[in-house]
Each structure stands twice: as C-alpha cells, then as structure tokens.
C-alpha cells in the first residue's frame, strides 16, 4: 500500500505541477474522442498501451471485456455505454481483449469457477465466444486455443455491442466506428481485427486503424 501512497504524493508534486494546463482544462469537462472496453486485468492499462493523457479515451473495464447484450447483465456496462455515445459522442469503440486473459481461460475450463459463482455467471456473456472455439477449433489445444478463445471474445462482444440502441443509431448514421484489438502482453504489441483477412494483424507506423464493416464480422478458422 505504501508504493501507492508514495505514489499519490509523486503524482500531485510532479505531474500535476507540469500538467497544470491540462488539468485546468480538463476541469471545465470532457470530450473523449474513444470509448475503450477492455478487461480489469493488472497487466493491460489503456492510457498507457495508447500513450493518451487523462480525458482522452472513456474507459470500462471488466472480467473478460465483456459487453452483455442490451437488456442483460446488471445495466453497469448498458449505462457506461450509452453515456459514452449518447452524451459524450464519441467516435470510436475499441474492445480489446488482451493474451492470457484469466476470464477466457475460465471460460474454457468452468471447473476451476466452482468457488466463484458470479465469475462463472458473468462468465454466460461469454457463451457466444466458448461455443464458437469449441465448435471450430476442436483440433487447436493449449496456449493458441486460449489466444484464439480471446480473439473470438473480442469479436462476440462487438456482436453483443451493436445490440445497443445508442449504438446501432450511430452507426446507421456513418458516426461511430468500431475497432476489435488483442494486446499481447509478452511483447506489448497491439493486434487488430482485418475484415479483409478475416485475422488478427499488428498495427503499427504503417498500419492504420481499420474499422470493422457494419455487418457480423467472423475470423477465419483455421
Ligand atoms: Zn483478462
């Protein structure tokens, strides 16, 4: 607890200080330009995978990245979403799953969830993703059917995504785009979901954002 103490005082002393136009501005309000659902786990932080400052990027996290479907789930991810494109108006979602996701690895062994029954009830917003893998990748095992099971995840939310009225209205009207990412944390490089391709691809200096066509989009078994 003590490093995150030390923490607060280093931030206010020294980021705040150099930052104090920024912070002055912000304090007038907000006008994020993306909305970014990604998952609570320790090791992905948006601001810093997306080198963006504080008012930037609206951000929701949870267990597995993980939009319920609208009418589902507690309404927390529904009210998020809707003041994120209805009130702020941004121009971006980005849902981006990351490599060694936890959630996904429950989802693909339920029997180590025994002892944590909400994970395993958040865990049904996820069937789309577990029958998917089990259906078109029987024959992929390990550490790449866990990837796999992570990409697919992205995809089954940004479905789930468009159930939201807000959503669906903006995106009829050509104001809303969506991006599907997958952070890999061994190299900290950011994949990307290619409609072209039907795969998940680096982005970098010469790849730009590419954002996924109004129809279902699904990756390519192989
Ligand atoms: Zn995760």
Redesign the pocket.
């Known amino acids: 607890m003590q490093k995150l103490a030390d923490g607060l005082h280093k931030f206010h002393a020294e980021v705040c200080r150099t930052h104090e136009d920024l912070f002055r501005h912000l304090a007038r309000g907000q006008r994020p330009e993306a909305l970014f659902i990604t ?3 320790s090791r ?1 932080n948006p601001n810093l995978i997306t080198q963006t400052q504080p008012g930037d990027i609206f951000i929701v996290r949870n ?3 993980i939009v319920p479907p609208y009418g589902a789930g507690n309404g927390s991810e529904a009210a998020a979403i809707e003041f994120a494109v209805a009130h702020l108006e941004v121009k971006h979602i980005i849902i981006c ?2 490599t060694l ?4 690895r429950g989802l693909l062994d339920p029997s180590g969830l025994d002892e944590m029954p909400a994970v395993k009830s958040w865990l049904q917003h996820a069937e789309l993703t577990r029958r998917l893998v089990q259906e078109n990748y029987p024959h992929i095992e390990g550490e790449d059917r866990l990837t796999i099971t992570v990409e697919e995840n992205v995809l089954a939310q940004i479905e789930n995504l468009r159930t939201h009225p807000t959503v669906r209205a903006r995106l009829a009207r050509g104001e809303l785009s969506v991006y599907a990412w997958v952070f890999k944390i061994e190299t900290g490089r950011v994949f990307q979901f290619e409609h072209s391709t039907g795969q998940f691809g680096p982005m970098g200096d010469t790849v730009p954002p590419s954002a996924l066509p109004e129809a279902a989009v699904f990756r390519r078994a192989i």
């Open positions: 998952c609570s786990d992905i267990a597995g990245n799953g990351h996701c936890g959630a996904m």
